[in-house]
């Protein structure tokens, strides 16, 4: 979505040219994968919320960069940086979304998976939409905030739902 269209075209295509575009691309790769790995061991320690939330502060920091940061010739560093950051709070959503799902869908997993991938898919139509009608990208850095906002908000209910249930659960039992 707003990586693969906004971030290559705004901040690493315009200012370092189209040959960057690869590098920084397989670095989010690898740090998302390997990220995704290690996420796979932390939740059996900490459990969802707090990987969860570094992947909110990760998307927080990266976005508010990205809102004040001029990009210049010699800071093609910071590219790469923000590419890493960006692939290890993707694992984060990515692994925890899923296994949210799984949880919450036990008996009807498929229509879950899939009302997930229907959404997701949507949000990377939109991206690439309006990358190719020309939004700017500070719109959507601030839209970006927006959504990971709610979208948090959002999660933190459910969590509170959640262990209500719970709660309720076992005081009947």
Request: with cysteine; aromatic share 14%.
């Amino acid at each position: 979505g707003f990586f693969g269209a906004d971030f290559t075209a705004g901040f690493v295509t315009c200012a370092y040219g189209v040959h960057t575009v690869g590098r920084v691309l397989i670095l989010f790769g690898v740090c998302d994968a390997l990220a995704s790995i290690g996420f796979g061991f932390l939740v059996k320690l900490t459990g969802r919320i707090p990987i969860l939330i570094l992947g909110c502060c990760i998307n927080l920091i990266v976005l508010s960069i990205m809102l004040i940061w001029k990009p210049t010739t010699s800071s093609v560093a910071v590219v790469y940086i923000l590419a890493a950051l960006w692939g290890i709070a993707d694992a984060a959503w990515q692994t925890q979304i899923n296994g949210l799902y799984g949880v919450l869908f036990k008996t009807n997993k498929e229509a879950a998976f899939s009302n997930y991938k229907l959404w997701e898919s949507l949000g990377f139509l939109f991206a690439f939409i309006t990358q190719a009608l020309g939004v700017c990208v500070f719109s959507k850095l601030i839209l970006a905030l927006v959504f990971l906002s709610l979208g948090m908000a959002g999660y933190f209910v459910l969590e509170l739902r959640l262990n209500c249930k719970a709660d309720m659960s076992s005081v009947r039992n």
